[in-house]
């Protein structure tokens, strides 16, 4: 879906129309979902969050600023959101840790393709060289290619500059390349 | 095809990072996705004369084609349910009448 088809549709949402709410929610439901429950992972928070940011949204729709791309607009927001509450339920469990050094955005082997462009290594080696990354760079790794965000609109949703998007990304696939090659290499010296 | 990285070199010295220009040169892209036999043989050429930048052209060819993943979606009954929760409690803030009409509009997007 291209943003120029979007804007009606959120330009309607704004003047209170409710199929067009509905039709955003059933639009990035799924998407929003996918993301919160990699940053959460717990999905009673991402649902509840979900559903809260959707009133949330419905209720300040007359305040929400210039919206020129609604993808990134939810996905900032949403994310905002979820950490927020996430801040709030570590105040009650005394849970200290950042998103940063946290175990979110972890992928497994049944979210990759069989076939990758980028190498023939086994998804479940790479799903342990995606999960070796830092959470950063898993961020940007699933924005960009799981969200299908570009990387303008990853920068965005992150709050961090273009370059350092673009860097993120650089040392992620300077590392997955190395260690694809040391797996590649090891995987023939065993079958001899 | 003249490549947009040839241009840039010749043109300007903008402030760009070779992995910037590559990733948004059309023909390095053919390059990346063995798409165009010119291109191929324009960017393997170039390599050849350019060995010192290989790591710079594999990491931009890495970025290009990426982590293909296979998205799960939530089911639409499961939306639906969502979306009544929510719809259900928007409600009391607003006085409109209930209109029998059905709920969905066709909206092209």
Redesign the interface.
């Known amino acids: 879906m291209n943003t120029s088809s979007e804007k009606p549709l959120w330009q309607l949402f704004i003047e209170g129309d409710k199929n067009a709410f509905s039709s955003l929610f059933k639009t990035y439901y799924s998407q929003l979902y996918s993301y919160g429950l990699k940053i959460s992972s717990d999905q009673f928070i991402t649902e509840d969050c979900l559903q809260s940011f959707f009133i949330y949204l419905h209720k300040n729709r007359r305040n929400l600023g210039e919206v020129n791309n609604v993808k990134s607009y939810l996905f900032v927001s949403f994310r905002r959101a979820v950490l927020k509450s996430l801040k709030k339920e570590r105040l009650f469990t005394s849970f200290e840790e950042s998103l940063e050094s946290s175990q979110s955005f972890g992928f497994s082997p049944e979210e990759l393709k069989i076939e990758q462009e980028i190498s023939n290594t086994k998804n479940t080696t790479l799903v342990i060289l995606l999960n070796s990354l830092s959470t950063r760079q898993r961020e940007v790794v699933y924005l960009k290619y799981y969200s299908g965000l570009s990387i303008k609109d990853t920068a965005e949703v992150m709050d961090i500059s273009y370059q350092s998007v673009l860097n993120t990304l650089q040392k992620a696939f300077t590392k997955l390349r190395s260690e694809i090659l040391d797996h590649e290499i090891s995987a023939v010296l065993k079958k001899t | 095809m003249v490549s947009l990285l040839m241009k840039t070199i010749f043109m300007s010295k903008k402030n760009l990072?070779l992995?910037?220009i590559l990733i948004d040169d059309i023909s390095f892209v053919n390059w990346a996705?063995n798409q165009n036999q010119n291109d191929v043989a324009f960017w393997n050429n170039w390599i050849e004369k350019h060995s010192d930048k290989i790591?710079t052209v594999?990491?931009a060819k890495?970025?290009i084609?990426?982590?293909?993943?296979?998205?799960?979606?939530?089911s639409e009954s499961k939306?639906e349910r969502?979306?009544s929760?929510?719809?259900a409690?928007?409600e009391p803030?607003?006085k409109i009448p209930k209109v029998k009409k059905p709920?969905?509009?066709q909206?092209?997007?």
């Open positions: 990072s992995l910037e996705k790591e594999f990491n890495a970025i084609l990426g982590i293909q993943f296979d998205n799960a979606k939530i939306i969502e979306l929760h929510v719809l409690q928007l803030e607003k709920p969905q509009r909206l092209n997007i």
